[in-house]
């Protein structure tokens, strides 16, 4: 990747001197941002050194980046390597999409910045409060609005979320759909800041119960195997997955490593998902067969 310091030779100079003329300290990471992003979208940027680009053609670029990259494309960007946006940066992200009446988009960074700048104590709980969750976007949102009407529809959601205990029930309960079909009903007559706030709670509690029970999941697979091996069972009947009826359970193992680290952004849809979910019973079945004497 090409070195932050190719565009801002400036940070090499002591504070104060050579400093980019017009733009706010903080909006250096923001600009960085846009080269990273627009270069994962084959865009790359225009300004061989952005310290004497025009301010104005700098904005159109922003701007085309904004109108070239979709949601999703924005959602996988970010948590592929959360390095790359500062909180300032999130900020300044947040509210440039806030100006552009990017509902979307806006809700990606919110939700994001939570998942990365919550308090640790926040992921010791099954839960958090919509006050201390108002508490950290504060700096993005501002404070919130009165309590809606459908708030308790989405607490609901929250508290069925805090019960489960596979990562099943995800699936078999439909709480991904729910969820999204409650934020689109929402979203129809606009996302103010308590509805921001709400849903990137929700978003987070999603993340974090999905991520706690995705490890599990893990854990109990790879236990699996090793009880397999323990048997002197090396090979799985895998053809329920479209694989040979003759996998080596080696190989599973290094499958399992590989799925360490989920990408969150698209767990409902996402092959891995449901393949690490029908291994599950693969591997369930297989363990209640007869030992081979």
């Known amino acids: 990747m090409v070195s932050r310091l190719h565009y801002f030779p400036e940070l090499l100079t002591p504070k104060g001197q050579g400093t980019m003329q017009n733009a706010h300290a903080t909006d250096h990471g923001l600009v960085w941002f846009y080269v990273c992003l627009g270069k994962s979208l084959g865009m790359e940027c225009p300004f061989p050194d952005l310290k ?11 701007d085309k980046v904004d109108t070239r990259v979709t949601p999703t494309e924005l959602r996988r960007f970010l948590q592929d390597d959360e390095g790359r946006a500062d909180d300032p940066t999130l900020r300044r992200l947040a509210a440039r999409f806030r100006e552009q009446h990017s509902p979307d988009k806006l809700f990606i960074v919110v939700a994001e910045y939570l998942y990365r700048f919550s308090p640790e104590w926040f992921q010791e709980q099954s839960t958090v409060s919509l006050a201390d969750v108002a508490d950290v976007l504060k700096p993005v949102l501002g404070e919130l609005t009165a309590n809606p009407e459908w708030l ?25 759909d729910r969820g999204r079909k409650l934020k689109a009903r929402v979203a ?106």
């Not at 680009?53 to 904005?59: F, G, I, N, T, V």
């Not at 308790?152 to 929250?158: G, H, N, V």
Request: glycine content about 2%; aromatic content about 12%.
């Open 52 to 62: 004497t680009a025009d301010p104005k053609q700098l904005a159109t670029w922003l």
């Open 152 to 176: 308790p529809d989405l607490e609901e959601l929250i508290q069925e979320l805090s019960a489960y205990e596979h990562l099943h029930q995800f699936t078999s309960h439909g709480i991904f």
């Open 188 to 293: 129809s007559k606009g996302l103010d800041t308590t509805a921001l706030v709400a849903f990137a709670r929700f978003n987070y509690l999603l993340r974090k119960t999905f991520t706690t029970l995705w490890d599990a999941e893990l854990w109990w697979i790879e236990q699996a195997l090793t009880e397999l091996e323990s048997r002197a069972e090396f090979f799985v009947d895998c053809t329920e997955i479209g694989q040979s009826p003759i996998v080596p359970t080696n190989e599973l193992f290094q499958m399992v490593c590989e799925w360490k680290r989920p990408m969150f952004s698209d767990y409902a849809q996402d092959v891995t998902y449901q393949r690490v979910q029908k291994i599950r019973q693969i591997l369930d079945n297989a363990l209640q067969q007869p030992e081979v004497v």
